[in-house]
């Protein structure tokens, strides 16, 4: 499905169709979902122009916020996770999904880079941000819900090497229902 998605951006954007990123909507438009889709099937360099090339067409009060979490998920596919945590860190957090962005960003560049600690620390601090945030919304509060606990088991993987641990992550992701 990302593949057949980028392919209808590259062909949107090739055709000159991208009206839809100058408009402003709750939480900000479409630039985010473009990179993001480029980002999964593997387009780093394609996202990389789309950002330089299509950023300045952003409304004034997304602008920011959207360049900085752009640059964000390129610099973690890049493995580059110290640039990938500055750009979310300066991320103005607004809207439900700014503060996913910036805890799960954090969490994979710890993660993959092997700062289980830091990894740890911001996975406590999101987990109290869902816990004691009560207008986070409920319909989507149940897939960081289940991210969280699949990493906290990840963790213990890493941690011990228990190969039990992978049967319990498959199990709890079946069960997720998403």
Same mark, same amino acid.
């Given at each position: 499905?990302?593949?057949?998605?980028? %392919?209808? @951006?590259?062909?949107?954007?090739?055709?000159? !169709?991208? $009206?839809? #990123? +100058?408009?402003?909507? &709750?939480?900000?438009?479409?630039?985010?979902?473009?990179?993001?889709?480029?980002?999964?099937?593997?387009?780093?360099?394609?996202? %990389?122009? @789309?950002?330089?090339?299509?950023?300045?067409? !952003?409304? $004034?009060? #997304? +602008?920011?916020?959207? &360049?900085?979490?752009?640059?964000?998920?390129?610099?973690?596919?890049?493995?580059?996770?110290?640039?990938?945590?500055?750009?979310?860190?300066?991320?103005?957090?607004?809207?439900?999904?700014?503060?996913?962005?910036?805890?799960?960003?954090?969490?994979?560049?710890?993660?993959?880079?092997?700062?289980?600690?830091?990894?740890?620390?911001?996975?406590?601090?999101?987990?109290?941000?869902?816990?004691?945030?009560?207008?986070?919304?409920?319909?989507?509060?149940?897939?960081?819900?289940?991210?969280?606990?699949?990493?906290?088991?990840?963790?213990?993987?890493?941690?011990?090497?228990?190969?039990?641990?992978?049967?319990?992550?498959?199990?709890?992701?079946?069960?997720?229902?998403?």
């Amino acid at each position: 499905l990302d593949f057949e998605m980028f %392919e209808i @951006f590259k062909s949107k954007i090739e055709s000159g !169709l991208f $009206k839809d #990123l +100058k408009s402003s909507k &709750i939480g900000g438009n479409h630039f985010r979902d473009y990179v993001y889709i480029a980002l999964n099937v593997n387009e780093d360099k394609w996202a %990389e122009e @789309f950002i330089e090339n299509y950023s300045h067409y !952003l409304p $004034k009060e #997304l +602008k920011e916020n959207n &360049i900085n979490t752009a640059k964000a998920f390129l610099y973690l596919k890049r493995k580059n996770y110290d640039d990938a945590v500055k750009y979310i860190k300066k991320l103005n957090r607004k809207f439900h999904i700014h503060d996913l962005d910036f805890y799960t960003i954090q969490i994979f560049a710890a993660y993959d880079s092997g700062n289980i600690v830091e990894c740890l620390r911001v996975y406590k601090i999101f987990k109290e941000y869902l816990n004691n945030n009560s207008s986070f919304p409920g319909n989507i509060k149940k897939g960081p819900v289940n991210f969280l606990k699949i990493l906290r088991i990840l963790i213990s993987y890493k941690e011990t090497g228990n190969k039990y641990l992978l049967n319990e992550i498959e199990q709890t992701i079946e069960n997720t229902g998403e």
